[in-house]
């Protein structure tokens, strides 16, 4: 038996569109197969629009369940490394904002920590009983674990753990040395590594916790005068995607954030770093506030995202360097298999722009030489 509702819309198709042959002015008329073809025919367009129809409103229905809350920052324990500064000090105020009990802010810099922490005590809600803590420590030190059992003696175990710190570095290939590949991937990864090693064991005990990496663009696309950082970056998408397949069955759940160029004193730094051709193909994207990063951050966490990206250039880019990560929703996976195509296809002229830029650059630089 059919539903009401879809017997009474495909009766009024059946009245409805270019009829090829005297259509069937009833339900009952339709007993097989070769009955539905014949109502698909005679129905024409109007059928193929009411196809459609139904598949958005389907699509936008799982859509919206994909917007709800699978975890909830409020009253957690969140520890940000590289949280004195940036994105991770973002990270910091908008996990304050929503409610988390106790945000631990880890960074070498004890002056910063102190500053940054007074900026974010002024956001303390004080019936909620927050506080912030700051340890100052190198996340590449071999004496972290002993630091951060220090740092965390008396506070409630970590739930939450946001790997921010991170350096950055831009150079062509020839003019970056092994020793510049070495510091990117010790603090990069291993810097991402060693916090993560250090709090996992507790997580696991209780069976619940949430562990974010800040990758960037540039773990996901070529992008000039990065090999080193983007070599970095692509190994910490690499480790968060192993790391959730090993996880999951613990009730940990795994992210990756690629954010694009956003405005922090990092930024500020690379910017005198940056050649002509690093520079015109940054001009194809804008500069994210840290703010909003931060809170697209919050906000993945809170869904159980694993990739979490950034406005629509970090979506479309999502999509396409979307591989064999892990499916957080039917609606992700479905908008996926869709646009992967026509993505691909913009992709494409991105990146023919970008050699394009290569190209013209190093021949204005050879006239100019
Ligand atoms: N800004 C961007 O455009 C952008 C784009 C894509 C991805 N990202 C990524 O986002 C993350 C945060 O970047 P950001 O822009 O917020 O940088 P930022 O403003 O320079 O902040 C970096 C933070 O990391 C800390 N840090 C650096 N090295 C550390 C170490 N060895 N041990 C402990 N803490 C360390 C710094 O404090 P101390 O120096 O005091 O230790 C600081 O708190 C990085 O992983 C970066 O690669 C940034």
Not at 139 to 150: D, F, H, K, N, P
Not at 291 to 300: L, N
Request: contains cysteine; hydrophobic residues 45%; proline residues 4%.
């Amino acid at each position: 038996m059919m539903p009401g509702w879809l017997d009474s819309v495909l009766t009024y198709l059946l009245q409805w569109g270019p009829h090829h042959d005297p259509p069937k002015q009833n339900m009952d008329d339709i007993d097989d197969l070769e009955d539905v073809f014949e109502l698909m025919f005679s129905c024409g367009w109007g059928l193929v629009v009411a196809i459609f129809v139904l598949l958005l409103l389907f699509w936008l229905f799982l859509y919206l369940l994909s917007l709800r809350n699978q975890y909830n920052l409020a009253g957690k324990h969140v520890l940000i490394t590289g949280g004195s500064s940036g994105i991770g000090k973002a990270v910091a105020k908008e996990a304050l904002l929503r409610g988390a009990e106790v945000v631990t802010i880890l960074a070498r810099n004890e002056e910063k920590l102190e500053a940054t922490k007074s900026e974010l005590e002024r956001l303390i809600t004080p019936k909620l009983d927050q506080r912030v803590n700051t340890i100052s420590a190198d996340v590449c030190s071999e004496e972290l674990q002993e630091e951060l059992e220090i740092g965390l003696s008396g506070l409630p175990p970590v739930d939450v753990l946001i790997n921010s710190a991170g350096i950055t570095f831009t150079a062509s290939f020839q003019d970056t040395t092994p020793q510049d590949f070495e510091k990117q991937l010790q603090v990069n990864v291993l810097g991402s590594v060693r916090p993560t090693k250090v709090l996992l064991p507790d997580m696991i005990e209780k069976q619940q916790g949430r562990i974010v990496f800040i990758s960037s663009m540039a773990g996901q696309t070529a992008l000039y005068g990065y090999t080193a950082y983007s070599a970095s970056k692509y190994a910490v998408r690499g480790l968060a995607e192993v790391l959730d397949m090993e996880l999951k069955v613990h009730n940990i759940r795994v992210s990756v954030s690629f954010p694009p160029d956003t405005d922090t004193p990092m930024l500020q730094g690379e910017l005198g770093q940056r050649s002509p051709i690093v520079k015109a193909q940054a001009g194809f994207g804008s500069v994210f506030k840290a703010e909003s990063v931060a809170r697209d951050i919050c906000r993945g966490i809170e869904r159980g995202k694993f990739l979490i990206t950034h406005g629509f250039d970090g979506f479309l880019l999502g999509v396409i360097a979307t591989g064999m990560s892990p499916v957080y929703h039917w609606a992700t996976l479905i908008t996926e298999v869709v646009c992967l195509g026509l993505f691909r296809l913009v992709g494409c002229v991105y990146i023919t722009l970008f050699y394009n830029i290569v190209r013209r650059e190093t021949k204005k630089a050879k006239k100019q030489n």
